[in-house]
């Protein structure tokens, strides 16, 4: 199964190891604070109906092998954590990214409140005239 990173803005970063089918690119930290995914993962789905009554001749996505038989699939896809693509999988994925980018953008706004009741208040005053001069904050994820 592959290790996912994580970061908890509390604590810093831990690792998860997951099935690919249970990654979430949001977790809680053992403390219970939503926690960011720091590296996100090639994740590879092979679709099933290549695999239904037989195999048509492929390239393997992940080692480039070619696969012939349904013992050569069934082996490239336990060697390199990959699953069979079912009906609704697509729709599962979207929905989750979805509901962890709320999460995300949720925890980001969280954050920079924490860190900006935090700050001198010359620092923030500072922030506030930047801000309504017309300088732009971009939120970049590192
Ligand atoms: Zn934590």
Do not use: W
Request: hydrophobic share 30%; charged share 30%.
């Amino acid at each position: 199964m592959p290790r996912y990173v994580y970061c908890c803005p509390k604590h810093g970063r831990f690792e998860r190891i997951l099935r690919v089918s249970d990654h979430r690119r949001i977790v809680e930290c053992e403390c219970g604070t939503d926690s960011p995914q720091v590296i996100t993962p090639i994740t590879v789905v092979i679709p099933s109906h290549m695999s239904a009554t037989g195999v048509s001749a492929y390239e393997s996505p992940v080692s480039g092998e070619i696969i012939t038989t349904q013992r050569q699939r069934a082996n490239d896809l336990a060697a390199h954590d990959c699953i069979e693509y079912e009906p609704g999988m697509k729709q599962d994925t979207d929905r989750r990214v979805i509901e962890d980018d709320a999460r995300l953008d949720k925890l980001v706004d969280e954050t920079f409140d924490r860190e900006f009741t935090a700050m001198p208040s010359d620092k923030r005053e500072a922030l506030v005239n930047e801000i309504a001069s017309g300088a732009t904050a971009e939120t970049v994820r590192i």
